[in-house]
């Protein structure tokens, strides 16, 4: 059995989805830690499922190494088997990358490499882009520039608000993710770093 980590910011409907699979006997992966860098809605989910949470506010931390640090001594308490950022608004910083990839994956609500970085779903309205999509990739070094585990198309409609689109693009990262964390989990995709 997998285990698997979450590190969330926000309202955590990605976590919630892969909690919900992760309950079926039948999915090769559990999930037994969700980490937060302050008190993201999301980690409602994890005590509604049972699941320990740990947070590490950002702003009492000195820098991104010391950040990281405490984030490190708290997965290092769960070992878990995979790390998985979801909606996790923070870069983590080399020495945590260093520890966990390529067994540290991210998603991301654009079709990598097009718009990385924070603002995705905006970029590729301000584009004018006719479609976009969602990722799940390994996190690197960079920003949202490790290697792509899987990814899907996402059309772009005429009157998509920011928020219209982002809606209709969480549903597809949802699922990629749960395929993906299941086909590591079976070893069916072997996790490399380049
Ligand atoms: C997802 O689109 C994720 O890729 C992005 O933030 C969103 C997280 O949403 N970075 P939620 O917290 O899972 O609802």
Redesign the pocket.
């Given at each position: 059995m997998l285990t698997v980590a979450v590190l969330?910011?926000?309202?955590?409907?990605?976590?919630?989805?892969l909690l919900e699979a992760a309950r079926h006997p039948d999915f090769p992966a559990r999930v037994v830690v969700v980490g937060a860098d302050r008190q993201?809605?999301?980690l409602a989910h994890a005590e509604e499922f049972g699941i320990p949470s740990f947070t590490v506010p950002w702003h009492e931390h000195e820098n991104r190494a010391a950040w990281g640090d405490e984030v490190a001594r708290q997965l290092a308490v769960w070992k878990p088997d995979l790390v998985v950022?979801?909606?996790?608004?923070r870069l983590l910083p080399p020495a945590l990358v260093a520890e966990y990839s390529p067994r540290l994956i991210?998603?991301?609500?654009a079709y990598l490499p097009e718009f990385p970085g924070?603002h995705?779903?905006r970029d590729a309205l301000a584009a004018g882009a006719e479609q976009t999509g969602?990722s799940v990739i390994v996190v690197d070094d960079g920003v949202d520039t490790g290697p792509i585990l899987a990814q899907e198309r996402v059309p772009i409609l005429p009157d998509d608000t920011e928020h219209s689109l982002?809606e209709r693009?969480?549903p597809v990262?949802?699922r990629l993710l749960i395929d993906v964390v299941r086909r590591i989990a079976t070893g069916d995709l072997p996790l490399t770093s380049a």
């Open positions: 969330i910011s926000g309202t955590g409907s990605n976590l919630r989805a993201a809605e999301g950022l979801s909606g996790l608004m991210n998603t991301h609500p924070a995705g779903v969602a982002h693009i969480k990262e949802r």
